[in-house]
T-cell receptor, first 115, second 113 residues
C-alpha cells in the first residue's frame, strides 16, 4: 500500500530514557515532516526535511534530533525524555516545498507516554 | 503572527442536517489550505486541498470554499451521517513558510441518530 508509515504506534517509557520513532513513505515525495499533537489536540510542526536536508527546525529542544538517511525515511530520536514530551507524534510527507502548493499525507501517529 | 482559528470548537447535529464549519486565518498570503478529518486515536485523513488560486473544491458530500481576501474558509457537509462524527482540522500553508502547515484547533463534530 502507498502510505506514510511510522513505528511504533505506542511507546511507553520512563523519564530520562532515549527513544526513536521511525517513519517511511513510499509515495515518492521529496519532503517529510514531524508534527507534535499535544494533550489539547493542537498540532504543531517540529521539523521538515527536503531531500535529506533540514529546512525547518521550529524551536524544538535539542534533545530532539531528526535524521533522514534518504528522502523516503525520516526518523526522530529523543534523548533524556521528560514528562512534557508525552504527546502524539505524526510523520507526514508532501511532494515538494518552498513556493509550491502541495498537499500533505500523514502517518497514523505514535503515541508517546513518558512516566 | 500567522494563526488559524476554527469555530465552533464543538458541534452536535441530528443526522441529515447540512452543516458548515468555519476556519479563519490571519494572513492572506497563502499557498494552500487543507481540510483534514481526525477520528479518535487515529491519524489525519486529508479531505480537501484548495490551492491559493482556487475558490472551492468538492468531494462527494463535502464542499470547501476559500476567500483569501477575508482570510476565511468554510467546509460544508451535506446530509450529515453518524459516520461523519470526528474532529475536523483546517490547516494553512502560508507563503514563505516552507510548506509547513499551521493548524487550527479543530471542530469536534458529533452527528446523532
Amino acid at each position: 500500500d502507498t502510505a506514510v508509515s511510522q513505528t511504533p504506534k505506542y511507546l511507553v517509557t520512563q523519564m530520562g530514557n532515549d527513544k526513536s520513532i521511525k517513519c517511511e513513505q513510499n509515495l515518492g515525495h521529496d519532503t517529510m515532516y514531524w508534527y507534535k499533537q499535544d494533550s489539547k489536540k493542537f498540532l504543531k510542526i517540529m521539523f521538515s526535511y527536503n531531500n535529506k536536508e533540514l529546512i525547518i527546525n521550529e524551536t524544538v529542544p535539542n534533545r530532539f534530533s531528526p535524521k533522514s538517511p534518504d528522502k523516503a525515511h525520516l526518523n526522530l530520536h529523543i534523548n533524556s525524555l521528560e514528562l512534557g514530551d508525552s504527546a502524539v507524534y505524526f510523520c507526514a510527507s508532501s511532494p515538494g516545498t518552498g513556493g509550491g502548493s502541495y498537499g500533505y499525507t500523514f502517518g497514523s501517529g505514535t503515541r508517546l507516554t513518558v512516566v | 503572527k500567522q494563526e488559524v482559528t476554527q469555530i465552533p470548537a464543538a458541534l452536535s447535529v441530528p443526522e441529515g442536517e447540512n452543516l458548515v464549519l468555519n476556519c479563519s486565518f490571519t494572513d492572506s498570503a497563502i499557498y494552500n489550505l487543507q481540510w483534514f478529518r481526525q477520528d479518535p486515536g487515529k491519524g489525519l485523513t486529508s479531505l480537501l486541498l484548495i490551492q491559493s488560486s482556487q475558490r472551492e473544491q468538492t468531494s462527494g458530500r463535502l464542499n470547501a470554499s476559500l476567500d483569501k481576501s477575508s482570510g476565511r474558509s468554510t467546509l460544508y457537509i451535506a446530509a450529515s451521517q453518524p459516520g461523519d462524527s470526528a474532529t475536523y482540522l483546517c490547516a494553512v500553508s502560508f507563503s514563505g513558510g516552507g510548506n509547513k502547515l499551521t493548524f487550527g484547533t479543530g471542530t469536534q463534530l458529533k452527528v446523532e441518530l
